[in-house]
């Protein structure tokens, strides 16, 4: 069925770097765009990177801009998000989702169920 | 950037009640709105996509509606599998601004 499942979080210090990955079955992943939505404990979502079907463009949520790489492997049908200089203010799950077109503009339709981040001393 | 407002932040309702929700945009934009649904421990669900478009297996009890800035939800038989937040995004570009989230619950 189709499937979204992220992997890569735990606990990590202030200052240091991430590697969260979201693997995609069920469907042609090449032919979605993919978004990565975070949400703080007891907090709402929040939206944080976007990148296009193939790769082509990329967007950021103004606080991780500059600190977070948002990636593809269409071949190994991977999504990943690179986070670097991690603060406390990026403790959050978080989601990877689809949305149903090439291109970002659309409501997201898949979710995957959470990867936990903690950056703490 | 587009800022989303929702009203109420949280409300109790009976089994079988009406409920609304409504999402107020800091501007106005074309139909690019969605409603998600998120229980506890849950990743969320989109529940309608283009102001009104139900996404398929959503029960016929919820609805969208709305244009330019302001958007409603509408439950129109509250049922106990109801219980959850609802948050509202609009995705017309970046960022793609979730609202703050109203919370449901059964009186």
């Known amino acids: 069925q189709v499937q979204l499942v992220e992997s890569g979080g735990g606990v990590v210090q202030p200052g240091r770097s991430l590697r969260l990955s979201c693997a995609a079955s069920?469907?042609?992943?090449?032919?979605?765009?993919m978004h990565w939505v975070r949400q703080a404990p007891g907090k709402g979502l929040e939206w944080v990177a976007v990148?296009?079907?193939?790769?082509?463009?990329?967007d950021y949520e103004d606080s991780v801009r500059g600190r977070f790489t948002i990636s593809r492997d269409n071949s190994k049908n991977t999504l990943s998000l690179q986070m670097n200089n991690l603060r406390g203010e990026d403790t959050a799950v978080y989601y990877c989702?689809?949305?149903?077109?090439?291109?970002?503009?659309?409501?997201?339709?898949?979710w995957g169920q959470g990867t936990m981040v903690v950056v703490s001393s | 950037d587009i800022q989303m407002t929702q009203s109420p932040s949280s409300l109790s309702a009976s089994i079988g009640d009406r409920v609304t929700i409504t999402c107020r945009a800091s501007?106005?934009?074309?139909?690019?709105l969605a409603w998600y649904q998120q229980k506890p421990g849950r990743a969320p669900r989109l529940l309608i996509n283009?102001?009104?478009t139900l996404q398929s297996g959503v029960p016929s009890r919820f609805s969208g509606s709305g244009s330019g800035r302001d958007f409603t939800l509408t439950i129109s038989s509250l049922q106990p599998e109801d219980v959850a937040t609802y948050y509202c995004?609009?995705?017309?570009?970046?960022?793609?601004?979730f609202g703050p989230g109203t919370k449901v619950n059964i009186k």
């Open positions: 283009a102001v009104f």
């Open positions: 501007q106005g934009f074309s139909n690019y």
């Open positions: 989702a689809r949305v149903p077109s090439l291109i970002p503009e659309a409501g997201f339709d898949i």
């Open positions: 069920g469907f042609t992943f090449s032919n979605y765009a």
């Open positions: 995004q609009a995705y017309n570009s970046a960022p793609f601004t």
């Open positions: 990148i296009w079907y193939d790769g082509s463009n990329e």
